[in-house]
């Protein structure tokens, strides 16, 4: 797909994204409480999509350095995939403006 976000960047979010959430997520969600009781949600974990696992906002403001688990190399591509999203989400609306007729501005 043509979204502007380049494979590299993309691959490294998936590749980093999966192994913090081997370390640290999967063991946190079974220790929780109500997953224990909730033998679907610790089924559900192995099967989870790495897109699935994302705690992380950008916009109004980040809260990447709030997150205290993040690895320094997570966190520095997570900040830049965050920023290409952006870019993203303002060119996709910049053509749907242009397709309703709106001035740009």
């Not at 679907?40 to 705690?55: A, G, K, L, P, R």
């Not at 403001?61 to 993203?88: G, H, T, W």
Request: proline letters at 2%; a negative charge.
């Amino acid at each position: 797909m043509n979204h502007g976000i380049s494979h590299e960047l993309m691959d490294t979010v998936e590749k980093l994204t999966m192994e913090h959430y081997k370390m640290y997520m999967e063991e946190r969600l079974k220790e929780m409480v109500t997953s224990k009781s909730l033998k679907v949600v610790q089924s559900e974990i192995t099967d989870m999509d790495w897109e699935s696992t994302y705690f992380l906002r950008h916009l109004p403001e980040s809260n990447l350095y709030e997150i205290p688990d993040l690895e320094d190399d997570y966190r520095n591509v997570m900040k830049q995939f965050a920023v290409e999203l952006e870019k993203l989400a303002e060119k996709l609306l910049e053509i749907l403006c242009e397709n309703l007729g709106l001035e740009q501005g």
